[in-house]
């Protein structure tokens, strides 16, 4: 996979997932859906389905980032597979806690 760029929108090939580059690594990364490598949103699909270890799913509208903080992609379309980089799987991104109001 070449150096992902914010804005880049990706999908699966094994599932409905599609998904938008939020912040990116300057370095090379393999982002993966469901066992398989993720490619650009206008490609046609190679089909199949999502390996048994990589069916967690993806949730619309959610930001999924990697343990480094690096990466961030936003989930535009659910589906089966769950994203990973590098084998280990991308967590979303919970939300900012506010400043007291006291």
């Given amino acids: ?19 938008m580059v939020v912040a990116a690594p300057k370095d090379d990364v393999e ?23 990589a069916k967690e799913g993806t949730q619309i509208g959610k930001r999924y980032t990697n343990e480094a903080g690096d990466l961030e992609v936003l989930c535009t379309k659910p589906g089966e597979g769950s994203l990973a980089v590098g084998g280990a799987l991308l967590t979303i991104k919970g939300a900012k806690p506010l400043p007291s109001s006291d």
């Fill in 31 to 53: 982002l993966n859906c469901g066992g398989a490598a993720v490619i650009e949103l206008g490609a046609e699909a190679g089909g199949g389905s999502p390996a048994d270890d």
């Fill in 1 to 19: 996979m070449a150096v992902l760029k914010a804005g880049t929108r990706l999908k699966s090939a094994v599932c409905s997932t599609e998904i």
